[in-house]
């Protein structure tokens, strides 16, 4: 409940939330804007429903004059007012500008409670974030190309999702999301440079908006020029490639329209399939996993395992037209599909490179694409419904290629009324070690519309790819994926640690020559023995130049964009936001009027462990500034709310008394954040 002394004020004009800490005495929030009472309320709802477990606090609104209001916090039944989550109130009360903000509240499903988990104990942010990209020939309007994307925003309810910051992560829904829609001039960056620099930067999952838009190019086009290029980036535990394909194919729609997304119907999205979820009975999944592994003979060890360092490789191969068809033809033969044939040829190089002899379990994983369950309109469905799932295969040299290929088509066959089923329960029920497979098979395939489309854009005179998936870190040390380029060639992207680069290496070459080959050699009557023993004789000394992954930014030293005009000015902290340039920071710096020095810092996540070591860093980084006796303020735009009020709880219980400041950025000019910035930290001087 609130009580309000202020009237209805302009619309106009932006909103800054300065939020003081103490180490004993009670948080105050001070707000300078056009925020009515409604929305402070709504805004405390909102808190409720991400922090179910949190303490209930009512909150006195007193106005101070026109647009400067302060909020005092008294505490329900139980619970310290510094414990409340002020960051995230200031993030919704600047978000968006003057828009609701209500969200729901879902539960995670298990699969994305073990992504979310495997991802929060991995200080890389580039940990579970996948990268897809295409080629756009042909006419590209970038003002049309930014509003489709923003109207596929606006309806897709996964793209307004993120994970709360609970003990069981659960997921929010928000009624409104700025997207990330990053257009670039051809020329100005380096492509790879691009992608490896994206790559790092990650997707952080407690930020809603889980996918990035990256455009390179893009005009009028013409006959001689180089296509414009998209890249897509998202997080495996909001979305999976399927997913990305669903959302593009809506783009397309869109921007076909106007950009202005078609129709409003109603689709299933993760509210169903979380209810759907709930409602499964698990016996006959447990059933089916537990008795995956025979028992009767041993399992080849696994080859690799984590060193507790990770220096990213990648490496690809592109079989042609004709053997990739070659190949689909024989798997056909043989009751199977690329995929099969896939899992079958890796089956054999792990057997190989394990040194096994006689019968042997080989253990790998495989992505199950989540879209062969009795779900209505799965696959129309956009979320994290793909993940890993444990495959065991008896390879016996005496046995023959067909019979290995059937017992994997069958196991597929009959796993796929399971592919809810996360990674984390299956190998529990099957009672495996851990870890039970550390290779992970993904087959990318495309969702049915995307080629209509396609051939309508081309009526156009533009020309686009079906978007490929560049590779993904994984919790597995090797990630292989398939899928087929423009033109239908098959094509194979490893992720792993460079430690094994030689021996991804000669796993690669030896994939590809039997890709290649067992179409050509192989019949009913070859055995496994007879295609080993072929293989220890071919393409020895095989090279697969890698794609080596750029060196990440190391270290979190905080950049000078402006210096202090005395010593004792006081510092303020700049937290980096996603999408926002550093051109932007510097014409900030050039109009800030104040005396402290301004930094730059971060970006810091703003949920789970990284967040607290983030912040952690970030503070000790400042060193002495933080000890100074000046002002000091950490400030950053709508959505760093958390992690600035992280760090100045840091300097608080350092005995200052910091300010996080956080500004409402949307159509802001850099001069005008510029004086509010330096109204914020003013009062304090």
């Keep these: 409940m609130t009580t309000s002394r202020f009237t209805r004020l302009p619309q106009g004009e932006p909103i800054t939330v300065v939020v003081e800490l103490g180490r004993s005495t ?11 009472t409604s929305r402070v309320e709504a805004a405390l709802d909102s808190i409720a429903a991400r922090h179910p477990g949190a303490a209930t606090w009512t909150a006195d609104l007193r106005s101070r004059g026109r647009g400067r209001h302060t909020v005092r916090f008294k505490d329900g039944a139980h619970g310290d007012p510094a414990e409340f989550p002020l960051g995230a109130l200031a993030d ?35 940990r579970q974030v996948e990268q897809a990209s295409w080629d756009w ?64 930067r990650g997707i952080d999952p407690r930020r ?61 999205d993760m509210t169903d399939y979380v209810a759907w979820l709930a409602a499964q009975d698990t016996a006959a999944a447990q059933d089916f996993f537990a008795g995956a592994d025979s028992g009767d003979v041993g399992p080849v060890p696994p080859l690799f395992t984590e060193t507790g360092s990770y220096a990213e490789g990648r490496s690809r191969l592109r079989l042609t037209e004709a053997e990739t068809a070659r190949l689909t033809n024989w798997a056909a033969v043989w009751g199977g599909g690329e995929s099969i044939a896939l899992q079958a040829v890796w089956a054999l190089l792990l057997y190989r490179a394990g040194r096994a002899e006689g019968p042997s379990q080989v253990r790998f994983a495989t992505t199950a694409m989540g879209r062969g369950i009795l779900f209505d309109g799965v696959e129309r469905t956009s979320g994290a419904l793909a993940g890993p799932l444990p495959q065991s295969v008896l390879v016996d040299p005496d046995a023959t290629v067909p019979q290995l290929m059937a017992d994997l088509r069958d196991r597929c066959l009959d796993q796929a009324a399971y592919e809810w089923v996360s990674a984390g329960q299956a190998n529990g029920w099957a009672r495996l070690p851990s870890p039970p497979a550390d290779t992970l098979l993904t087959f ?74 067992l179409p050509r050699n192989s019949g009913e009557f070859t055995t496994i023995g007879e295609v080993l023993t072929l293989l220890s ?31 004792d000015a006081g510092t303020v902290g700049l937290l980096r936001a996603p999408g926002i340039s550093r051109a932007f920071y510097d014409q900030l710096a050039r109009a800030y009027p104040g005396p402290e020095e301004l930094l730059l810092l971060g970006p810091v996540p703003v949920g789970g462990p990284q967040a607290v070591a983030g912040a952690r860093a970030v503070y000790d980084a400042l060193g002495s500034r933080v000890r100074s006796g000046g002002a000091l303020a950490f400030a950053g735009f709508s959505g760093d709310g958390v992690a600035a009020c992280a760090i100045a709880r840091l300097a608080a219980a350092d005995c200052r008394r910091p300010l996080a400041v956080v500004l409402d950025a949307s159509a802001t000019a850099p001069d005008d954040l510029a004086r509010l910035l330096a109204s914020a930290v003013g009062r304090r001087r």
């Design 26 to 36: 009670p948080p105050v929030l001070e707000l300078r804007g056009p925020i009515e």
């Design 92 to 126: 919704l009360l600047t978000h968006g500008g003057r828009g609701s903000f209500m969200t729901r509240h879902l539960a995670a499903t298990p699969r994305q409670r073990e992504l979310l988990a495997d991802a929060d104990a991995h200080p890389d942010p580039g």
């Design 137 to 200: 020939h042909g006419p590209l309007d970038v003002a049309r190309f930014t509003a489709a994307w923003r109207s596929v925003f606006a309806r897709e309810s996964v793209l307004r999702t993120a994970f709360d910051d609970q003990r069981e992560p659960g997921l929010v829904v928000h009624d409104q999301v700025e997207p990330e829609i990053v257009p670039l001039a051809r020329g100005s960056v380096d492509w790879h440079s691009l992608v490896a620099a994206d790559r790092r």
């Design 208 to 268: 809603p908006a889980p996918l990035r838009i990256t455009l390179l190019g893009g005009g009028p086009g013409s006959p001689s020029a180089l296509p414009a290029r998209v890249l897509a980036t998202y997080h495996h535990a909001l979305l999976d490639s399927w997913s990305v394909r669903l959302l593009v194919r809506e783009f397309y729609r869109a921007y076909l329209s106007g950009g202005e997304l078609p129709g409003g119907e109603r689709r299933p």
């Design 444 to 517: 990318d395939a495309q969702p049915r519309g995307l080629a209509e489309l396609e051939a309508e854009l081309a009526t156009y005179g533009i020309e686009v790819e079906p978007p490929q998936t560049l590779g993904a870190r994984t919790a597995f040390p090797v990630t292989l994926i398939a899928h087929h380029d423009g033109v239908g060639r098959l094509v194979l992207t490893a992720s792993y640690n460079q430690v094994w680069l030689s021996e991804i290496t000669d796993l690669l070459a030896h994939a590809a020559l039997l890709l290649r080959e």
């Design 537 to 567: 004789g071919m393409g020895e000394g095989a090279v697969i130049p890698p794609v080596r992954a750029e060196p990440g930014e190391g270290g979190v030293s905080p950049t000078v964009l402006r210096r202090p005009a005395h010593t």
